[in-house]
Structures are given as C-alpha cells and as structure tokens.
C-alpha cells in the first residue's frame, strides 16, 4: 500500500465515515455553485514558446507528425512587418529544413478586409499552399484565418459568417503573434470588416483555430511603447472580462486569474524596457493565455463599448479596452464582489481583513494606476471625444447591439448602458 493511500486511510479511522466532512474554504473564491453545468472548453491549439523559436520554425514543424510531411508555404503578412525584416527572419528559420517559403502575401491593411481575404485566399490557391505563416497582429491572424477557409472550401468569406459554418478543416495556419493582446492566435475566431458595406463579418468555428502559436518574444522588441501597452491591456481585458463572464467556467478562470497577475506584475515592466526579456515574454504568454480565457468564457461591457468607440472613432482596440477597463469593472462591482475581491488580490492588492465587498473595488483602483502607470489617459475625453448627447447616444447605440453585452455579468438596460458610456467619455459619476 502507498503512503497516499495508508494516509487516506489514517484519515478515515480518524474522522469517521458517518460524520460530515470537514470542508475548507477557499480563500481566492467563494464555493459558489457552477455558473454553468453543460462545458465544452476547446483550446487546441498547440503552444510553442521560446526566445529565439522564430529561428527553428523548421524544426519546430518537422517534428510534428501532421506537419512534417508537408513542404509549402505562404507566409501572410503586412507591409510595416515585411519592412522591418520578418520574411528575412521566417526564411532563415527554415534553413536547413524541406520547408519552401513559395510565396509572400504582405498586403493585409491595419484592418482586415473582405477584399484582402479574397486577394490572400487567391494567393494561397495559386501557390498550393499547405501550411499558411501567419505573422502579425490580430488583423493578419484575422485574414489568413478567413483566406484558409476561402482557399480551402471556396466561394466567399460572408459565405462563411456565423458559427459553426465552416464545413471542416482548413489548410493549417501556424500563427506567429508580433502584438501581446488579441489572442487571435489560439482562438476560433476572426473578426473581418467589410468597408463598402461598413459591416463586420465575425466567422467561429472549431476549424478556426491555428493549428499551432509560435511565441517568440524576440518579435516584440520592436514594437512602440504604445502598443506594447495598449494590446497588453486588451489582455489584460480578455482575461478580466472571462473571469466574470456569465459563461464562465472554472477552467477558463484559472487561466484567466493567472494571466491577470502575469500582467499585472510585467506589463509595466514591459513597457518601459522591451530588452526586459522575462517581463516581455511573460505578456506574450498570459496574451494567449486571456486569448483562450475569452475563447471559452466570452467577453462583457468593456469590449462591446470598445468595439463600438473604435468603430465609431476609430481609435485603437486595445486602447478603448483600457479606458472603458476601470468604469466597466466599477459598474459590475457589487454583482460579482467575490470575484472582484480575487481579481483585487491577482492585481497585487493586500486584503488586510477587509471582506469581499469592501475589498472589490480595490481591482478597480490597481487597475486604475496599472493604466496611470503605462500612459493611458482616464477617460475617452482624454483621446478627444465629446461627452455630448450625440456622441453618447451613439456608442451606447451600437454598444447596445454588440454581442459581447449578453455575458456581462450585471445584465444591463439601455440607461445603465448610457450612463456607463457617458462615465467612460467624460468620467463624471
Ligand atoms: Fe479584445
């Protein structure tokens, strides 16, 4: 017998079958009941880290059995990448490998297009494409997601918008992140906009996800202060969002709280220094980390007024994240306060005795200097928009019918959401 095994058994003589258990609480989370009890968590995507991987992409596929017997490939991509050195970088990593780079596609806009799907969809056809390279930021990760399934099953990307239409698996995308927020690179979905038709296209699907994410803090270092904070906070709100989402669910939590410390502790640190190689690298992590979080527990309130202020005013995702971050946590406070207490403790707060309702709102305050800390401006009047009626009524329009609204956790009316609004323009109460 096991000493694990004999000690369950001291135990039992000990305590007794018939009396009830002792049970211990937690101290991160109240025991509270499931929030859901049908769970189908997905995160498939398989998760390559390391300083310096980009310079084995060869080896890194060949050792996969599903990959290893394919030989081309097309790297998509974007100009600003392309300029700074990227195909160079991708062609040396596939020195000494069967690998043959057949084909660059550095066409895709700041903001991917129905149009730049169909160009990239067509590249990667007349090229016989096997594996797609996907190196960017969510909009080139967005694009080749969408081109794999043009390419692969034909017709148009609006053929394909909703969930669960793409018909089955695509050519592999291999996504190699450049940004630390989207999460695009293990996710199952890709957001492309069609600017004649001034819409958005949303595709979720389990054939969506990149058959693996190669994360390479090296890619990183050249990216600005700014977006370095800006998508930094974009995780930093998929991870919050997840953790309170009505979908919810203890998997994505536990991902979700731990990328939320790994940020908390590194993205200033980020910031501040990109030759900070363990602080950049723990941000590339916990990015995909809150990506997976989100995939599986959806998102909330922050995200569907940033997507409606970025939209509409065409400021940057992360950035609208940021701002809107501390309002909206401020405005689900007293639905979840348990879970805003455990947040409060991941964001490096001290509990020093105070209970779950007074201690909440301390997320609020760490997320508040997290931002201060990283130059990001307190309210959307700080990035020159009005708080007038107009505007407000605007984003509150759009906000109202964005999707992510439905898994925030305090369900919300159109006058909860336009005081919100107004509070994130203005930061008046
Ligand atoms: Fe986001």
Avoid: W
């Avoid at 969809?121 to 080749?144: C, H, K, P, Q, Y």
């Avoid at 053929?159 to 999460?183: H, M, N």
């Avoid at 363990?278 to 997976?292: E, R």
């Avoid at 329009?397 to 509070?423: G, H, K, Q, T, W």
């Amino acid at each position: 017998m096991s000493p694990f095994v004999a000690g369950v058994d001291a135990d039992v003589r000990t305590t007794g079958r018939e009396s009830e258990p002792e049970v211990f609480m937690g101290q991160i989370l109240d025991n509270e009941p499931l929030s859901r009890t049908d769970i189908a968590f997905q995160a498939p995507t398989q998760i390559k880290f390391g300083v310096g991987k980009l310079a084995n992409l060869g080896e890194e596929l060949q050792i996969e059995d599903d990959l290893g017997d394919l030989a081309r490939v097309v790297l998509i991509t974007d100009a600003a990448l392309a300029g700074l050195g990227i195909v160079d970088r991708i062609r040396s990593g596939f020195h000494g490998s069967h690998y043959d780079l057949v084909g660059v596609f550095d066409d895709v806009p700041s903001d991917s297009d129905v149009r730049a799907v169909d160009a990239a969809a067509a590249f990667v056809s007349e090229n016989n494409a096997e594996i797609i390279l996907a190196a960017g930021g969510g909009s080139v990760m967005d694009t080749a997601k969408a081109a794999a399934v043009v390419a692969t099953h034909g017709g148009r990307v609006s053929d394909y918008e909703g969930l669960y239409i793409v018909p089955g698996p695509c050519i592999p995308i291999v996504a190699i992140p450049t940004t630390c927020g989207t999460g695009s690179e293990v996710s199952g979905g890709a957001v492309i906009k069609d600017h004649d038709a001034r819409t958005k296209v949303i595709l979720g699907s389990p054939y969506l996800f990149p058959r693996m994410a190669l994360l390479d803090p090296e890619l990183l270092r050249s990216l600005p202060a700014h977006l370095v904070a800006y998508t930094g906070m974009d995780a930093m709100t998929h991870a919050i969002e997840a953790f309170v989402s009505t979908d919810r669910e203890p998997i994505s939590e536990a991902i979700a709280l731990r990328a939320v410390e790994m940020l908390a502790d590194n993205l200033p640190l980020a910031v501040a220094d990109r030759g900070n190689t363990d602080a950049l690298s723990k941000v590339q992590i916990a990015a995909s980390m809150g990506g997976i979080a989100f995939t599986n527990a959806v998102l909330g309130a922050t995200h569907a007024i940033a997507h409606s202020i970025g939209s509409l005013h065409g400021l940057h995702h992360g950035l609208c994240n940021a701002v809107a971050l501390p309002y909206v946590m401020e405005y689900n406070l007293r639905t979840c306060p348990a879970r805003f207490a455990a947040l409060a403790l991941a964001l490096g707060a001290e509990r020093a005795g105070r209970t779950d309702a007074e201690f909440a709102s301390e997320a609020v305050e760490r997320v508040r200097s997290l931002n201060a800390s990283i130059g990001i401006p307190g309210t959307f009047e700080g990035l020159g928009l009005e708080g007038d009626d107009a505007t407000v009524g605007d984003i509150t329009d759009a906000a109202m019918n964005d999707p992510c609204l439905a898994f925030n956790p305090r369900p919300s009316e159109y006058a909860d959401i336009e005081i919100l609004v107004r509070r994130c323009v203005t930061g008046a109460s």
